[in-house]
């Protein structure tokens, strides 16, 4: 089985809607949301129910669980809290009852899936060093642990020199941004993998980012967050 792995979509309508057709025409059989459908951008009613059509794999990331709790957004900084209040205002009463009963975590295919990390998925912790790698493969019983959450993509072994997905052998592997990346290449980010031939794919792809950054801008959210995607960071 292929299983398309999309995070952190961010309410990138256009970004989302490139995603899904790349994975339509690869004809996956499955795909898992990691989390993180809104926030930050400018149709998150949409892309909840572009989701919501696609899958039933859907986790909650920390910017779900913000904009339908504004109590939730004191780590946030001031243009994702002025995004969160802004998304909670948007958003369906329907989809906001969807958003709340999200789970943190799924296994399914003798693989792991999260948001954030495998360690207390409720509190939101990043895995972007080495140790923090190294303190959460022992987190997790599955060969495979599939997470989102800090935007940057990456294949990460046990051992460093693993970078290349095999049997036997345990991974983290960050499927990337569909909606925001920041690892300053601007283009879309997610994952396919093959259960059958045990392979692991990054696609990114190109979008209409520069509509997706005009309504940022006309939607009257931040600027910086309409200027961000344009550059990946």
Partial sequence: MRIAIISDIHSNLE????????IAEKKIEEIVCLGDVVGYGANPNECLSLVRGITSHILLG?????????????????????????T??????????????????????????VHSSPFEPDAWHYIISPEDRSDNFSLFS??????????????YGEKIED??????????INVGSV???????????????????????NIRSEYDVKTASEKIRKAGLPRPLAERILIGR
Avoid: M
Avoid at 179 to 201: C, K, M, N, V
């Fill in 15 to 22: 970004a989302l809607e490139k995603a899904l057709s790349i």
């Fill in 62 to 86: 920390n910017h779900d669980e913000a904009a339908v709790n504004l109590k939730n957004v004191e780590d946030f900084n001031p243009h994702a809290q002025l995004a969160a209040a802004w």
């Fill in 88 to 113: 909670n205002k948007t958003l369906t009463d329907e989809n906001k009852k969807f958003i709340e009963a999200l789970p943190y975590t799924l296994e399914l295919s003798g693989l792991r899936f």
């Fill in 142 to 155: 599955e060969p495979i642990c599939f997470f989102g959450h800090s935007h940057y993509p990456g294949v």
């Fill in 163 to 172: 970078q290349i997905v095999e049997r036997g052998k345990k991974f983290l």
């Fill in 179 to 201: 909606g925001q990346p920041r690892d300053h290449d601007w283009r879309l980010s997610f994952g396919i993998f093959d259960t059958d031939a045990w392979t692991y794919e």
